[in-house]
């Protein structure tokens, strides 16, 4: 099964994509879609689309893994955020029905087995788990390898992490 795993943002928005076969995963590739403040707003929620449709076209995933949004204090980030998101969840949408989520808590849990684990510590695992040579760079690649790597984890129970 080929899962793609995505790390939503509006500045730079991390994906990676893996095969998953008979509990064992390997990396396909990975990369981040990039819009600039110099773009307008509009510019770069339709450059995320169709990037996004471009990534889904070349790669044909088998099921989408969405990473939750999380925010504690910045609502204009918050915003912007979800509105890429969104789009992202749009465009997935119009090729599988096949979308999951997965809080930030649930990917440290399984990648690292620990809810609270530093993000150095899920990159680590991320590269062993994935035999890579080195960490995935930007951070919200690797994020998202961890993403597809944790709905592979899920298994059967995957239903329950199906988008709503």
Request: one cysteine or more.
């Amino acid at each position: 099964m080929i899962i793609l795993g995505i790390d939503p943002g509006l500045a730079t928005l991390g994906w990676g994509v893996i095969e998953s076969e008979r509990g064992k995963q390997r990396l396909i590739n990975y990369g981040c879609i990039l819009t600039t403040p110099q773009q307008r707003f509009p510019e770069r929620l339709k450059q995320i689309g169709e990037d996004m449709r471009d990534l889904l076209a070349l790669y044909k995933p088998e099921e989408i893994a969405f990473e939750e949004l999380f925010f504690a204090r910045n609502v204009t980030t918050a915003l912007t955020v979800g509105a890429a998101r969104g789009v992202a969840i749009a465009a997935c949408a119009d090729y599988t029905d096949k979308l999951y989520e997965y809080t930030p808590m649930q990917v440290k849990q399984a990648i690292v087995g620990y809810g609270k684990a530093e993000k150095q510590q899920i990159q680590q695992m991320v590269k062993l788990l994935l035999h890579m040579e080195d960490i995935a760079r930007p951070d919200d690649a690797a994020d998202a390898i961890a993403i597809a790597l944790t709905h592979a984890a899920t298994g059967p129970a995957r239903e329950q992490f199906k988008m709503k």
